[in-house]
C-alpha cells in the first residue's frame, strides 16, 4: 500500500506522520516542492510485457509528462529478483544523492521505497503501482528496492545521459527504514 512516513531527521524510529491518504500525501509533499499524483489506470499488461508494449500502453500519459515538463527522453527499468546487479544497483541507489534535473518515476508495477530529506525532515514514501513521484532537481534522496526486487518503472529524462548522481557522502540512509520484500 502506497505509504508516507515523516521523520525528522534526528528521530529516524519515531515518525511524525503516517498515512495511506493519497490526498494528504500529495499535499504534504507538494510543500516541500515534491510532485505525487495516483494514477488509476486500468492497463492489462501481462507481467513479462516488453519496453515497447509498456510505452506504447502509456504513450498517452508519457506525452501529457513530456509537455509538462519540457523533458525529451524516456525509458523502462525493470527490475527483479533475479537480476545479476541488484546488490549493486541497489547500493547505488540507496546512497543520498541528487540529481542535476528532476527525478521522475510512474510505477507500472511492483513497489520501492524513494526517502526525500529536505532540510531537517525525511519522507519516506513507498510507492507501488499506478504511483507517479517526481523529485526535483537539488533534493537530497535516495531509493530502495528491497532484498527480492519487483517492480516496473517508466523514467522521464531531460538529457540523453539518463541517470547520473552526485552522491552527498551522507551516510544518513543507513538511520532509516529498507524496503521490506
Not at 500525501?25 to 505525487?36: N, S
Not at 494514477?39 to 498517452?60: C, G, M, R, T, V
Not at 525532515?121 to 526535483?136: G, Q, S
Request: hydrophobic share 40%.
Amino acid at each position: 500500500m502506497t505509504t508516507l512516513r515523516v521523520f525528522n531527521e534526528l528521530t529516524p524510529k519515531a515518525p511524525d506522520l503516517e498515512t495511506t491518504d493519497a490526498a494528504v500525501i500529495a499535499t504534504t509533499l507538494a510543500a516541500e516542492g515534491i510532485k505525487f499524483e495516483r494514477w488509476h489506470l486500468e492497463k492489462n499488461l501481462p507481467h513479462d510485457a516488453s519496453s515497447d508494449e509498456i510505452l506504447s500502453a502509456y504513450q498517452f500519459e508519457i506525452d501529457k509528462l513530456m509537455k509538462e515538463t519540457g523533458y525529451q527522453s524516456f525509458d523502462v527499468i525493470t527490475m527483479e529478483a533475479s537480476h545479476p546487479q541488484k546488490n549493486v544497483l541497489r547500493a547505488k541507489f540507496f546512497a543520498e544523492h541528487t540529481h542535476s534535473e528532476d527525478e521522475i518515476r510512474f510505477f507500472v508495477r511492483g513497489r520501492g521505497l524513494f526517502t526525500m530529506h529536505v532540510d531537517d525532515k525525511v519522507f519516506e514514501l513507498t510507492c507501488e503501482k499506478d504511483d507517479l513521484v517526481n523529485v526535483p532537481a537539488g533534493i537530497p534522496h535516495w531509493f530502495d528496492m528491497g532484498d527480492t526486487p519487483n517492480f516496473t518503472c517508466i523514467r522521464l529524462f531531460d538529457s540523453s545521459d539518463g541517470w547520473i548522481a552526485t552522491y552527498t557522502g551522507s551516510g544518513i540512509a543507513n538511520n532509516f527504514s529498507k524496503l521490506q520484500s
